[in-house]
């Protein structure tokens, strides 16, 4: 099922109740791989929230990936983005945070001093071959860093990860 507007784009968004809530855009989001499902920042929370994408709408919203900080306070969160495994890579101001298929962060890497919190409000993230990218509002690259990660195929279903 080929992802359609306004999900591509990360642009708008749904309440759970199927009305369309335009001010979504302001906090970050990342589609799934097969277009199946939207994470997205949840206000004043260390909680990703997802739902389900059917149409132009958000169905069966809940809870799902949780942050961690390093002093339990509420993280900043910036970009995020899926990688080719299903695995949410989240910028946030206690590093970049990847989560599971099951919604458990299994690891955080630091960020240069001084890109921490300043990118959390304005980065994009952007997984390419081989390699994840922090630029701010203006595209400019504030960070690049190689991982073993490949960029998620548009429409194809990950692998799936099981239960843990």
């Given at each position: 099922?080929?992802?359609k507007?306004?999900?591509c ?5 749904s309440s759970?109740?199927?009305?369309p ?6 906090y970050?989001m990342?589609v799934?791989?097969?277009?199946s499902?939207?994470a997205f920042?949840?206000q004043f929370?260390?909680v990703?929230?997802q739902?389900?994408?059917q149409g132009d709408?958000l169905?069966?919203?809940?809870p799902?990936?949780?942050?961690h900080s390093l002093?339990?306070?509420?993280v ?7 990688d080719s495994?299903?695995?949410?890579w989240?910028a946030?101001s ?7 298929q099951n919604g458990r962060?299994r ?5 240069p001093?001084?890109?921490e919190?300043t ?9 390419e ?6 630029s ?6 504030a960070?690049?860093r190689p991982f073993?990660v490949?960029?998620?195929t ?11």
């Amino acid at each position: 099922m080929p992802c359609k507007p306004p999900w591509c784009q990360a642009a708008s968004g749904s309440s759970a109740s199927g009305k369309p809530v335009g001010e979504r855009n302001a906090y970050p989001m990342a589609v799934y791989p097969d277009s199946s499902h939207v994470a997205f920042f949840t206000q004043f929370s260390n909680v990703l929230s997802q739902g389900f994408i059917q149409g132009d709408t958000l169905a069966h919203v809940q809870p799902f990936y949780y942050l961690h900080s390093l002093d339990n306070s509420v993280v900043s969160v910036g970009g995020m983005a899926f990688d080719s495994e299903g695995n949410l890579w989240v910028a946030t101001s206690a590093g970049l945070q990847m989560l599971d298929q099951n919604g458990r962060v299994r690891a955080i890497f630091s960020l240069p001093t001084g890109i921490e919190f300043t990118m959390a409000f304005s980065t994009t993230l952007a997984i390419e071959q081989g390699q994840i990218i922090l630029s701010d509002n203006q595209h400019q690259v504030a960070w690049r860093r190689p991982f073993r990660v490949q960029p998620p195929t548009p429409g194809v279903r990950p692998k799936s990860q099981g239960q843990g």
